[in-house]
């Protein structure tokens, strides 16, 4: 009995990992741990205490993982029409719509006590975040802005990981809230050229869909050009040294050969563009500025 209830929490919990894709944390859990970092600088206690760090980690696990379940309730018929996602564990039946709510529920709970478990300000503003974050699987209804309002809604992490360290606002968060809204919404439109017809023939609305694949790639390359731009305004902002520069030249590297790799006439790629590459994007970017503060803003 006992190994039987083992073996199906083990499933359903590696159900539950797959239906959020629970390994797409890592786009934006680094540059929240970048944002700690920097509100470090210039404290008399240096780097927060160690359950800070876990709450923080915890409350951007949380909120990803409420806003994807919430995502693939919402587009449960969208997901069964759309032949490339068909599969996914909703449409496909490996999970239930009453299992799904409920993982969506507990990490509605999750975040919303890590977010009480950092400050009473991360708290209040708990609400807002998670609207904003759940608002992007409602506004490819509406609007083919929906990839800017998915980065707004991840960019937030930044902005949240900097408040629960400082307890105040400064530009530093701000611009890298820009960053990851730039950065994933660039990326959101290449990841959306998969569905062109089907957006188009169905009326769900995109960037792509909206003004053709060739025009949404230019559209996408500006963000990512305006993305490479802060990040070198915020290392000069934030007066960081040598090795962070060299981080944001080996992320500016990644970020131009994932748009080569794209074409309107060539998508054979994107999956490789999206996953693998965003992903070093952001880990790269955090161990840079990691060393960065190693070695020339040493915290105590």
Same mark, same amino acid.
């Given at each position: !009995?006992?190994?039987?209830f083992?073996?199906?929490?083990? @499933?359903?919990? @590696?159900?539950f990992?797959?239906l959020?894709?629970i390994?797409?944390t890592?786009?934006?859990?680094? %540059? ?17 205490p160690?359950?800070?760090?876990l ?10 993982s ?10 449960r ?43 009473p ?7 807002v ?11 490819k ?10 980065? %707004?809604? $991840?960019g ?5 990981a900097?408040?629960a360290?400082?307890g105040?606002?400064?530009? $530093?968060p701000?611009?890298l809230?820009?960053i ?38 230019m559209?996408?390359?500006?963000m ?9 305004t ?5 007066h960081?040294g040598f ?10 590297g ?13 998508l054979s790629?994107?999956? !490789?563009? %999206? ?7 952001s ?18």
């Open positions: !009995m006992r190994r039987d083992s073996r199906s929490f083990i @499933k359903n919990l @590696k159900q990992g797959e959020v894709k390994e797409h890592i786009f934006a859990l680094p %540059f929240a741990l970048i944002s700690m970092l920097l509100a470090s600088k210039g404290l008399p206690h240096g780097l927060p160690l359950f800070v760090i709450w923080i980690i915890v409350a951007m696990v949380g909120a990803r409420a806003a994807m379940a919430f995502n693939r309730l919402a587009d018929a969208i997901d069964a029409a759309n032949p490339r996602t068909a599969s996914r564990h909703i449409p496909a039946g490996l999970v239930s719509v009453k299992t799904a709510t409920l993982y969506f529920v507990v990490s509605v709970v999750v975040f919303a006590f890590a977010s009480w478990s950092l400050s300000l991360c708290l209040m503003l708990s609400p975040a998670l609207a904003v974050i759940l608002g992007y699987s409602l506004a209804r509406f609007t083919p802005l929906c990839h800017l309002i998915l980065g %707004f809604g $991840i937030i992490a930044p902005i949240g900097w408040i360290v400082r105040d606002l400064a530009t $530093i701000l611009l809230g820009a990851v809204m730039l950065w994933i919404g660039g990326f959101g439109i290449i990841y959306a050229l998969q569905d062109y017809d089907f957006d188009r023939a169905n009326k769900v609305y995109s960037i792509p869909a909206k003004v053709g694949k060739a025009k949404a790639l559209i996408s390359r500006l990512h050009v305006i993305v490479i731009a802060l990040l070198f915020v290392g000069v902002l934030a960081l090795i962070y520069f060299v981080g944001a030249c080996v992320v500016t990644l970020i131009i050969y994932e748009q080569s790799i794209v074409k309107p006439n060539d790629r994107v999956n !490789m563009a %999206f996953f693998t590459l965003n992903g070093w994007v880990v790269l970017l955090f161990l840079f500025t990691a060393l960065d503060g190693i070695i020339y803003h040493p915290l105590r």
